[in-house]
Every structure is written in structure tokens, then in C-alpha cells.
């Protein structure tokens, strides 16, 4: 089976059972604030294992923050963050909680601009992150066909050699996504994934998620309605640091509250 093969594999009927019943990601009752300022007020949150939620809202209503805490970046003063039923995250630092198996994309691609994409990659699959440790290493051939099958699945086979900062910004999401993905996380927090790419980018990363979600877990946070609309099984709505709603697609876009606050008439 390749590495295209592996990704876009459906799951089984007992992991198809376990994505309903069971949460990978559990928020108790989240309290964060700066300087008296309330980012996150008694939220909480549940995402299932090997689901795709989008997590939207008006800029200042805790999107960020909620990633934050989940990465340990923000230590929150009171609640609790469950990982896979049994970590709880708030008392791990964020080395750790990326060890256990959560990757982060932020907005803005984040690649080593003087090395090429075949050498991000690389750096990205590797157990020690040092750049001279990774590049002096020799990669075994069942890590360089990971790395081959990933450049596909990814349009990038043609670039593998480009250096990173000649791509374009479409191109670096994909490869900071990739860079993610060879990690091989169960937990994917992907913070405006489809800023900045054209529309044909844009089309292929909804296709690639959707591929992704039963063997990994997405938390996706966009402004984009047109792309939550394509990727959507599951929506959550942040408001001044608490969830105003949660549901389908559909079931968000008819509530009154939401189209008040953030949707618009």
C-alpha cells in the first residue's frame, strides 16, 4: 500500500463505531484571561476521534486562545483538557503535547525558507528536530517513500528539489501540512488552512481533509464559509470566549443567534 493509498484509506467499522462514541480532545469548563480581559469563559468542547470539526467565529472570540490552550502555549486558570480520554494536557508543556501526537498548522506558513522541500520533509519526519542532525542523518528507504508518496499527495513532486521560499503561498501551506502529516499526529489543529490559496488550491485542500478525517482527528478554524460549507460534518461557534452553537452546518446557519453575531442577514 502507498503512502496516497494509506492516507485516503477509509476505516474499518470498529474505528468508523469509535469516532462516534469516543473523544480524542475533552475542554472542562476553560477559563482564560489577560489582564482582566475574559479570552475563554467556562468553555467547553468535545471533538471525536477521527472528526472533522470547524470551529468559526468573529474576530476576538476565542479561536485562537482555544488552540492555544489545547497546545499549551496558554495555560488556562481553571479547567481541564482531556487528550485520547486519559492526558491531560494543561499540565504538559508544548514539546510534550506535539510528542503525544498534536500538530499544529498556523495561518502563516511556517517552512525553512533556505532548505529545500525535499528538506523540510525530512527535518519534519525525524525524531531529532536539529537542522545539521537532521540533514547529516541518513534516511532509511521506507522514510524517503514516505517522503516521495507524501510530495505526491501533496502536488509537490515537481518542487521537491525548489528551495522552500521560492514557492508560492499556496504551495507552503501544502508543504507545512505535509510537514505535519509525516509526523504522523492523531490530533490536526489547522488554523485558516485556505488563506491565501487560489481557488483550485483551495478545492484540493477540502478534497485532502475530507481524505484525511477517519484516520486522523481536524480541528479547522476558518472565515471562509465557502470552504467550511465543502468540509463541514460538524461546526462549533465561538462568541466572546464561549460556544454560542453547535451542530451542522445547517442546523448553525439557522440560528438566530449566530446570524446576529457573525453570519449576517
Not at 59 to 78: E, F, H, R, W, Y
Amino acid at each position: 500500500m502507498t503512502m496516497t493509498e494509506d492516507l485516503f484509506t477509509q476505516p474499518h467499522l470498529a474505528d468508523k463505531h469509535r469516532r462516534q462514541t469516543d473523544p480524542i480532545l475533552q475542554l472542562e469548563n476553560i477559563n482564560v484571561s489577560f489582564d482582566g480581559f475574559k479570552a475563554l469563559t467556562n468553555l467547553s468542547l468535545n471533538i471525536g476521534v477521527g472528526e472533522l470539526r470547524c470551529v468559526i467565529g468573529p474576530n476576538g472570540a476565542g479561536k485562537t486562545t482555544l488552540m492555544d490552550v489545547i497546545t499549551g502555549k496558554t495555560k488556562p486558570q481553571s479547567g481541564r483538557v482531556f487528550y485520547d480520554q486519559r492526558t491531560d494536557l494543561t499540565k504538559l508543556d508544548p514539546v510534550r503535547i506535539a510528542q503525544s501526537g498534536i500538530g499544529r498548522k498556523f495561518q502563516k506558513p511556517t517552512v525553512f525558507e533556505a532548505l529545500t522541500v525535499f528538506e523540510n520533509l525530512e527535518i519534519a519526519q525525524k525524531t531529532n528536530k536539529s537542522v545539521w542532525a537532521c540533514l547529516r542523518a541518513k534516511m532509511n528507504s521506507e522514510q524517503r517513500d514516505r517522503i516521495d508518496e507524501m510530495l505526491g499527495t501533496l502536488r509537490l513532486a515537481a518542487e521537491r528539489h525548489r528551495l522552500a521560499g521560492l514557492l508560492s503561498h499556496g504551495q507552503k501551506q501544502f508543504l507545512e501540512i505535509g510537514m505535519l502529516l509525516v509526523q504522523e499526529p492523531h490530533l490536526l489543529l489547522l488554523d485558516e488552512p485556505a488563506a491565501g490559496m487560489t481557488d483550485a488550491e483551495t478545492e484540493y485542500t477540502a478534497e485532502l481533509f475530507k481524505q484525511l478525517a477517519g484516520k486522523h482527528s481536524l480541528m479547522v478554524v476558518e472565515h471562509d464559509m465557502g470552504f467550511v460549507e465543502t468540509i463541514a460534518d460538524h461546526v462549533t461557534v465561538l462568541h466572546q470566549g464561549q460556544v454560542l452553537a453547535e451542530g451542522s452546518l445547517r442546523e448553525v446557519q439557522a440560528n438566530e443567534q449566530v446570524i446576529d453575531v457573525y453570519l449576517g442577514r
